[in-house]
């Protein structure tokens, strides 16, 4: 059974384990991180055998996490193909934290990102590279930092976007710690609409806004997304391909025409199927490639 740490000291956390093969374990890292774990780690259950093909165990950690977030997690690594089922991965456990949150505090240091922006947490914003556009990620519950290759890859993305285009609004999609919005406004768009299911995520995500003096500039929006009537010529989704795969219909509705929709969180192996449930209308203009990850800027014509 999982455990719920809601009324638990702020300084524990829950280790939950999933038996992922070898080959994928940063993969599988990054959609955890990506669902909300704070940390991974891993745990090798074969000593002499270290094929791709190997499963070992990996350890995540959340802060708190309920039967059905660990059965969602566990769906979501499934549905990627990185899941080993020919063994039973122990139970997760709470644990006391001995300090890494404070150690990882000091590892969090200013990340450059492209030309233009580098990505600065609270405790480090005194130290502001001046010929950067600056953005100030406390990063909470919120997925993104920027360190992940498919955060890392969007603000790329972004910045080429909005050298060669002035966007008057953006959407995005997923928003996690709010870094993609963040990242708008500072670029240059002048409305952004932020969107996530996770109220948790929201809740980060407003302070980061508020941290960067951005208030007036982004608007949050709980999992609004069929709402959504207006077009946008700007969009980014860095989330998960099954679920990029899933809502391409409302994403394709809602960009305008001549507008640019940045998709991100897909392996490599993956981007064939993405694209395809997105073309027609759109077509594939630019991609951006690190580690197993890809990210890819669609296009819709004038």
């Not at 405790?123 to 502001?128: D, F, G, I, N, T």
């Not at 990063?139 to 993104?144: E, N, R, S, V």
């Not at 809740?203 to 709402?227: M, S």
Request: aromatic share 6%.
């Amino acid at each position: 059974m999982a455990v719920h740490k809601s009324g638990s000291p702020p300084n524990s956390f829950v280790q939950a384990n999933f038996r992922v093969p070898a080959g994928l374990a940063d993969e599988a890292a990054g959609i955890l991180t990506a669902r909300g774990a704070i940390g991974c780690s891993v745990k090798w259950t074969h000593k002499i055998s270290r094929s791709p093909r190997s499963p070992l165990t990996l350890q995540a950690y959340f802060k708190r996490l309920s039967d059905q977030q660990l059965k969602a997690h566990r769906a979501a690594l499934d549905a990627a193909g990185m899941l080993d089922s020919s063994g039973c991965a122990p139970a997760p456990v709470a644990l006391v934290d001995p300090g890494w949150a404070a150690m990882w505090k000091a590892r969090f240091k200013p990340l450059k990102v492209g030309r233009r922006l580098v990505i600065v947490p609270p405790w480090e914003s005194a130290q502001l590279a001046p010929d950067r556009i600056p953005i100030v990620i406390d990063p909470g519950q919120g997925f993104g930092t920027g360190h992940h290759a498919t955060t890392r890859c969007t603000l790329i993305a972004l910045q080429n976007e909005c050298s060669r285009h002035n966007f008057d609004r953006g959407l995005d999609v997923g928003c996690g710690s709010g870094i993609l919005s963040l990242a708008m406004a500072r670029l240059g768009v002048r409305q952004v609409a932020a969107v996530d299911k996770d109220p948790l995520a929201l809740d980060n995500a407003r302070h980061n806004v508020e941290l960067n003096h951005c208030a007036q500039v982004i608007r949050f929006y709980p999992a609004a997304l069929p709402r959504l009537r207006r077009p946008f010529p700007l969009i980014t989704a860095n989330i998960l391909s099954s679920v990029l795969i899933s809502m391409a219909p409302h994403l394709i509705r809602l960009l305008a025409p001549g507008g640019r929709l940045i998709l991100s969180g897909i392996l490599k192996r993956e981007a064939a199927d993405v694209i395809a449930h997105y073309r027609p209308p759109l077509r594939r203009l630019r991609s951006y490639a690190q580690g197993g990850w890809i990210t890819l800027v669609l296009a819709r014509s004038q």
